[in-house]
């Protein structure tokens, strides 16, 4: 059932991903037919993201107290609608609420919910569980922008809107019924009866038999800040070129077709990142694997700022592709690993509004600096200077030699930290 539960999660990122990603192909015919200004239309799809921060914490917490199938049938209602009435649209304020805020809501029920569920399942192999999960998101970068060109191209665009609302329903709804809660044996630490290991899933490593980690506990506990800054810091360095690169290509001389073919270049490569970091993960570790994803991300933002030729920008593509890919799904594992999943989606909802946040400001945040500084040069420095941070805390997080070290610093008792395996 496990593999079941699986399969239906990566089938459920893809439509939720990929439709969401797509917002790209209907920026320019919207704003066209409206005569709205680019960065005005796209504030609905910076709105998705800035929605789907709070919605996701709620949702984390509802899924801990009523059940992850529940969410996700609400969640899928909600994104499907709010994608087909961006059909229906006449003015901003309607797209704003249809794309970004109902379909925001929806789009938060991938986050927390449905990554609990399958890290429910999957105690020992969860990295390569996480990797296969969210290479959904690759694939469905790949499909559904493909998809909704097309049908731009053969109908309109409120034809491939009403189509992409209808197709999350068709696919999302009928796997949402297949997400469960594994019966009594199905785990892997059950099946192997280690009872070590089903008390450190329990509670995590930072957490004792009586932690129940309330939000209060949560947000007293140093480790856990030092986990939101990273997250923050490494999601605002990495948004800004996902938003700005194909601009930045063009602004090169490359040709405006292949400069979008970079953004393939990227999802293909991230598909691959997830796969290949998960394993990874469950040989080295979830918190190094993310020390390293940061690391080579950065790298890679850094010598993008000299590309002048379109070999330099896919190197760039494949590099920062495979990192980033790696790093998203990581961070549910390294959430599990430190508090466990007694309170999972909680914390991961906690941690999710601030990263969500950072996705969804690193494109205002670049566009404003080239605006200022009139070249992409600036704002992909600051993306390697966050980059920087962002590796040093992880580095932080990663490198924990001394059992007791981590526990007097968040706060808590050093015989539950002495449990973790470091």
């Known amino acids: 059932m496990a593999w079941v539960v699986l ?24 704003a066209e037919e409206f005569g709205w200004g680019r960065g005005t239309t796209a504030f609905a799809y910076t709105l998705l993201w800035w929605v789907s921060s709070p919605a996701g914490l709620l949702l984390g917490w509802l899924s801990d107290r009523i059940g992850t199938r529940k969410i996700l ?36 029920a991938d986050r927390a919910p449905l990554l609990s569920a399958v890290l429910q399942f999957f105690r020992r192999r969860k990295g390569l569980a996480m990797g296969i999960t969210l290479s959904g998101t690759g694939v469905g970068t790949l499909l559904f922008p493909w998809l909704a060109r097309h049908m731009i191209t053969v109908v309109d665009w409120r034809a491939a809107f009403a189509a992409m609302g209808l197709l999350s ?28 290991l089903q008390a450190r899933e329990l509670n995590g490593i930072l957490g004792t038999a009586d932690t129940d980690w309330t939000m209060s506990q949560v947000l007293r506990n ?88 379109l070999p330099a920008f896919y190197l760039f593509a494949v590099g920062f592709g495979l990192a980033y890919g790696g790093v998203l799904p990581l961070y549910a594992v390294v959430t599990r690993e430190l508090f466990g999943m007694k309170r999972f989606g909680t914390v991961y909802g906690m941690h999710s509004l601030v990263t969500s946040f950072g996705m969804g400001g690193g494109g205002i945040v670049g566009g404003y600096l080239f605006d200022f500084s009139g070249s992409y040069f600036v704002p992909l420095m600051t993306s390697t200077v966050l980059g920087i941070i962002a590796t040093g805390f992880a580095a932080r997080l990663a490198f924990l030699t001394e059992p007791g070290a981590p526990a007097q610093e968040a706060g808590i008792p050093v015989e539950a930290a002495a449990q973790a395996e470091i």
């Not at 399969?7 to 919207?30: I, N, T």
């Not at 049938?73 to 805020?101: D, H, K, P």
Request: with cysteine.
């Open 222 to 309: 140093r480790i856990f800040w030092i986990f939101v800054v990273t997250g923050l810091a490494c999601c605002v360095s990495h948004s800004l070129p996902l938003a700005h690169i194909v601009a930045y290509a063009s602004d090169k001389g490359i040709a405006d077709l292949t400069a979008a073919g970079i953004l393939g270049v990227i999802g293909v490569s991230a598909a691959a990142g997830r796969l290949m970091w998960g394993v990874t993960a469950d040989i080295i570790g979830s918190r190094k694997t993310v020390f390293c994803c940061i690391g080579l991300q950065t790298l890679a933002m850094f010598l993008v700022a000299f590309a002048q030729s």
């Open 7 to 30: 399969g239906a999660a990566f089938l459920m990122q893809m439509v939720f991903s990929g439709v969401h990603f797509s917002f790209g192909v209907f920026l320019k015919p919207v």
């Open 73 to 108: 049938v609400f969640g899928a209602i909600l994104f499907g609608l709010g994608v087909f009435l961006s059909s229906r649209i006449e003015n901003l304020w309607q797209f704003c609420l249809y794309f970004g805020v109902l379909a925001g809501i929806g789009r938060a």
């Open 169 to 196: 329903w068709l696919i999302l709804l009928p796997t949402a019924f297949i997400i469960r809660k594994p019966r009594e044996g199905e785990t892997e630490a059950e099946q192997k009866g280690d009872r070590e």
